[in-house]
């Protein structure tokens, strides 16, 4: 987002928003080469249509943009997911240990998306807390929404004939599934419900967590569904007993709203940025201990009161959320940062 402000008077001002999209083949569903490419489009190619188009404020919505020059920018940053788990992500820790700490030095302002995302940047590169402004994000609520009568159909069973519990997300050590495969094998009755594992399988990971629930006598019931494309989320979403979602840290955890806003119990960790956005409206759960896990699965499977509780108070915590009020108080930083520098000039 290229952002221009011209004094139209002496007394008041135009600012003048433009979206400039990168080419396709920059994108990160290109791997490894989509996000070198983009480093180097951002270095090189950026700073030229910046100066181009007279611009007074870069809006990078990731953390990258031109070093070396005069463009001044906000950046905003969604994780440090690699350098709080760096055992897992090689390519990523380097990024984030090499890469963004001069990018965000010579930010105007830094936007992150949670408390949990501000205090990370404060402890590991000492970045005052006055730069850095959490905003809160969102889901589509066009998309995730409660139904008061069950789905079914082909994207998921019925609740009454196939119950199961959920999670949708990447199989990587942080996001716990040994921990949340664990807990569902003591689970009283275990053999009367399923675990589904939705998202995307990776070779290193997947392998290992299919043999777990293999050596537990549960891997007819630990169902990896890998990918799922995304209109059927929601159907699979509200035919679960509930949304178990036992991340280690997590930027944001936009998975929790979407569930909630479907009207289905969440059960979910008190670390990170998880008890930001999940509120009371959610279970929460010491990740790191499988007997609270499995001991908030068994309170949801079998006590219809809470689940009618959870469901009611989910769906209030979602309404609080819109991207609306995310764009709006991005609009307002921006502003005010633009302002700042034109009182400078």
């Known amino acids: 987002l290229l952002i221009s402000s011209t004094a139209s008077s002496r007394f008041c001002s135009a600012t003048t928003y433009t979206c400039y999209p990168i080419p396709g083949n920059l994108s990160p569903e290109q791997g490894t080469k ?34 070396f020059t005069n463009c001044r920018y906000v950046v905003m ?52 807390a006055a730069k850095i402004t959490p905003i809160l994000l969102a889901y589509d609520a066009n ?34 599934l040994h921990r949340l495969i664990e807990a569902f094998a003591a689970l009283p009755n275990c053999q009367d419900y399923q675990l589904w594992i939705a998202g995307a399988t990776d070779k290193r990971y997947t392998p290992l967590l299919e043999a777990q629930a ?19 989320l929601p159907t699979m979403i509200r035919n679960a007993i509930a949304f178990v979602f036992p991340s280690l840290w997590e930027g944001f955890g936009i998975p929790v709203l979407e569930a909630m806003a479907c009207g289905t119990p969440v059960i979910t960790a008190n670390l990170s940025s998880l008890p930001e956005v999940a509120g009371d409206a959610a279970i929460l759960i010491n990740p790191y201990n499988p007997e609270e896990i499995t001991a908030a699965m068994a309170a949801v499977a079998t006590d219809a009161q809470m689940r009618s509780h959870l469901r009611q108070s989910g769906l209030a915590r979602a309404s609080e959320f819109s991207w609306q009020k995310t764009g709006q108080a991005t609009v307002e930083i921006l502003s005010h940062i633009v302002k700042g520098i034109g009182n400078r000039e």
């Open 214 to 232: 293999e050596e537990l006598n549960i891997s007819s019931q630990v169902k990896f569904l890998g990918y799922v494309p995304q209109h059927q």
């Open 77 to 128: 940053v969604h994780d440090l997911i690699g350098l709080r788990f760096p055992q897992g992500f090689s390519p990523l820790t380097t990024y984030q240990r090499y890469y963004i700490p001069q990018v965000l030095a010579q930010a105007e302002h830094i936007i992150c998306n949670s408390r949990a995302t501000a205090r990370d940047l404060t402890d590991f590169f000492k970045i005052p």
């Open 34 to 67: 989509g996000h070198f490419r983009r480093l180097l489009w951002t270095q090189f190619q950026l700073p030229r249509i910046y100066k181009k188009l007279r611009t007074d404020l870069l809006f990078s919505p990731v953390p990258e943009a031109p070093l």
């Open 143 to 176: 998309q995730y929404y409660y139904l008061d009568t069950v789905d079914g159909g082909k994207d998921g069973e019925n609740r009454e004939n196939c119950p199961y519990f959920l999670y949708i997300g990447r199989p990587d050590p942080h996001k716990n």
